[in-house]
């Protein structure tokens, strides 16, 4: 036994847990039987390091359990631990009841607005509100504080209570709420600025906002340093700083626009300009921190928020009325209850503008420092009262410039990241227990293999991890993308690589009739007017100078009915006097017809079968291919064994040098036909000079 301390996320399986989960409430120690592993990094260019970022947040290792049966709660919690967690349960039920009735859905929008519990929400509608921009009113921060503070206020006044005594009375239960849902940062960040400000008013001390966002920012780093790291804090402070600074000079220049017709204008325009403005100025703020953070840029949120936020604002309402009213009144709870459904409904309904003008949010690449700074350094100079009318007009070209730079990236040819001119680049990217390999031509052309992917639908490879990869190896369009055979990790990051990279052509070998991942991926592929190929062994590509031969598999003789790793495509990829072959899954069985296919080269490697089992990687095919490269593409520590220690010690018996992407991240392969050079994320550097005898690396 051993002692520790730190963040663990656990995956409790099986169907046990159901009725067991109740008693999983924070505060309770519990003892589990677990399968703990370090989180994978995803070294890969451009891509950040996932298992740091998830550290930050105070999650050092992830973990499997296998039954609910597993998880044993041996002692309960902390008197205020028990009763915060009674309140929650409390709140789910009557949200459930109340809301629940008319839309489930509906009820874990109201349930994450009341008390921050996310665990209802499925993932359309979680992608639908990021996409739109309006995910932020959902989450609890400083809208939903500044709500419930305005409420207790009011109430507090109705009943003639003294205003020092309301406003400690405020901060005791704005503090009491924050315990309450479970210390989630943006709802500290949110009570902490309402506690300032009302502390403040305690003392008859006045202050500038912008002050009140200064003291609580330091207060947070102060208290934990590495919050300067988390997105939801350059989020949160991001908006609020750009609506504070802002949103006064915006709404003035918004405002004169209806003067020009209507001289003076109705007073019911000061507030939709009002709104206006501060979206203007929190997107403005955060536009470059979206694009750099999550590699996407939504102009949609200029729009929707004029319905995201009043409808929030009734969620809430409505949702709180439904809890006062439930023990008091059961029908007049399920009334504000519909009325809750009714506008968390038209949040997500909102969304809808997005399939109409799905332009309004695309993926780009994240920014580099030296345009932050212009941007952000331009945006302040634009905010400083002071200058002249010189010095604003070249802060104002400049901010433009950026904002155009930033947008502009799924379009703009790239500057950098692509291979030597006449060389070919191949990239087994580091996707854990996956794979996923990028082929680039002298000629700029550019070949995906498979797209890596889980077994977990929440864990989206593409998106995260393969799209930043290529962009930052300077690919903007996909020539063509194969999908070796239909496997979760070979498949599940293809849908989202499509989206922002377009191929021309999608490859698939043996069909799989009503497969849904294949469909899905297929539907992608229609949308964006791909061509949809069937390749079998024997057929011969050209891709800008590089020899692209499918060696398997033969046309199917029979109806498939589920995926099978012997049917995945293999390819041979040759340039000049090297040759890559990329086998997908295929086993021993397989790979015997594989090897008697291939034509010599002098100069081969070998992506190792089915991420190295013990069933692939047969002596035959190590003999035949002889390879001098041999790159297993799994991940570290996976509960696999992978790759096998037999099918390693057989590659270096042969003389290849084997390298593991779990370990060395990701690997990149250059060539110019005869020179050849590999080089891993963790710095190991290789040179070789094809024909050379035995494989021996030069010096």
Not at 335 to 359: F, K, M, N, Q
Not at 436 to 443: R, S
Request: net charge positive; charged share 15%; glycine share 12%.
């Amino acid at each position: 036994m051993r002692t520790t301390s730190g963040g663990v996320r656990l995956s409790v399986g099986g169907r046990r847990w159901l009725g067991r989960a109740a008693g999983w409430r924070a505060g309770r120690v519990v003892r589990v039987w677990a399968t703990l592993r370090p989180p994978a990094a995803y070294r890969n260019p451009g891509v950040a390091d996932q298992a740091r970022r998830l550290a930050m947040r105070g999650t050092a290792l992830l973990g499997s359990v296998k039954s609910g049966l597993l998880v044993e709660v041996v002692r309960r919690g902390s008197p205020p631990a028990e009763l915060a967690s009674s309140t929650r349960a409390v709140v789910r039920g009557v949200i459930g009841r109340s809301v629940g009735r008319h839309g489930l859905r509906s009820a874990a929008i109201v349930t994450t607005v009341l008390i921050g519990d996310r665990a209802g929400l499925d993932d359309e509608t979680t992608r639908r509100l990021q996409e739109g921009g309006t995910y932020h009113v959902i989450a609890i921060s400083g809208g939903n504080i500044v709500i419930l503070a305005g409420c207790l206020l009011l109430f507090g006044r109705s009943i003639g209570v003294h205003p020092r005594r309301l406003s400690g009375a405020v901060i005791l239960l704005l503090v009491a709420y924050a315990y309450l849902v479970g210390h989630e940062a943006s709802v500290a960040r949110a009570t902490a600025a309402a506690v300032i400000v009302l502390g403040a008013g305690l003392l008859d001390h006045r202050t500038p906002p912008v002050n009140v966002l200064a003291v609580a920012a330091i207060g947070i780093v102060l208290v934990s340093p590495l919050a300067v790291f988390d997105p939801g804090f350059l989020l949160t402070f991001g908006a609020t700083l750009g609506i504070v600074l802002g949103v006064s000079r915006v709404a003035a220049t918004l405002g004169r626009l209806p003067a020009r017709w209507v001289d003076p204008p109705p007073r019911w325009v000061a507030l939709p300009v009002t709104l206006l403005a501060a979206t203007l100025c929190a997107e403005g703020a955060l536009m470059p921190i979206g694009a750099a953070l999550f590699a996407r840029v939504t102009l949609a949120g200029l729009v929707l928020n004029f319905f995201a936020i009043p409808l929030m604002t009734v969620t809430q309402l409505a949702g709180l009325a439904a809890l006062a009213l439930a023990p008091i009144h059961p029908s007049l709870s399920s009334v504000a209850g519909y009325l809750a459904h009714l506008a968390a409904t038209g949040i997500v309904e909102s969304t809808r503008l997005l399939d109409v003008c799905p332009w309004l949010v695309f993926r780009v690449q994240a920014p580099g420092g030296a345009v932050l700074v212009v941007y952000y350094g331009a945006l302040m100079r634009l905010l400083w009262t002071g200058g002249s009318a010189r010095a604003r007009a070249a802060a104002t070209t400049l901010l433009a410039v950026a904002a155009i730079w930033i947008v502009s990236a799924p379009s703009r040819p790239a500057l950098r990241g692509r291979p030597p001119a006449g060389w070919m680049r191949v990239s087994f990217l580091d996707v854990g227990q996956a794979d996923a390999t990028l082929v680039q031509a002298p000629g700029g052309r550019s070949l995906l293999v498979d797209a890596g992917g889980s077994f977990s639908a929440r864990s989206d490879i593409g998106s995260r991890v393969v799209a930043p990869a290529l962009w930052a190896l300077g690919v903007r369009r996909l020539d063509v993308a194969a999908l070796t055979h239909g496997d979760p990790d070979h498949i599940g990051g293809m849908g989202a690589v499509l989206g922002d990279f377009a191929p021309r052509e999608v490859w698939e070998g043996v069909p799989l009739p009503g497969y849904p991942p294949l469909d899905t991926v297929r539907r992608v592929a229609d949308g964006i007017g791909a061509r949809w190929r069937r390749v079998v062994g024997g057929d011969r590509f050209d891709l800008g100078g590089v020899s692209i031969v499918v060696v398997h598999p033969p046309p199917p003789d029979w109806e498939r009915v589920r995926v099978r790793n012997d049917d995945s495509i293999v390819l041979d990829v040759r340039f000049g006097h090297v040759a890559v072959l990329l086998p997908g899954d295929i086993g021993r069985e397989v790979e015997g017809r594989v090897a008697g296919a291939l034509d010599p080269v002098a100069f081969r490697i070998v992506k190792v079968p089915h991420h190295g089992s013990a069933g692939s990687s047969s002596p035959g095919l190590v003999e035949a291919t002889a390879p001098c490269v041999a790159i297993v593409s799994a991940g570290h520590a996976n509960p696999f064994g992978h790759p096998a220690p037999e099918v390693v010690r057989r590659y270096r018996d042969a003389g290849a040098l084997v390298l593991e992407t779990g370990r060395e991240g990701a690997v990149t392969v250059e060539t110019d036909g005869r020179q050849v050079r590999v080089r891993t994320e963790t710095g190991r550097r290789f040179r070789y000079q094809a024909g050379r005898r035995q494989c021996e690396p030069l010096p």
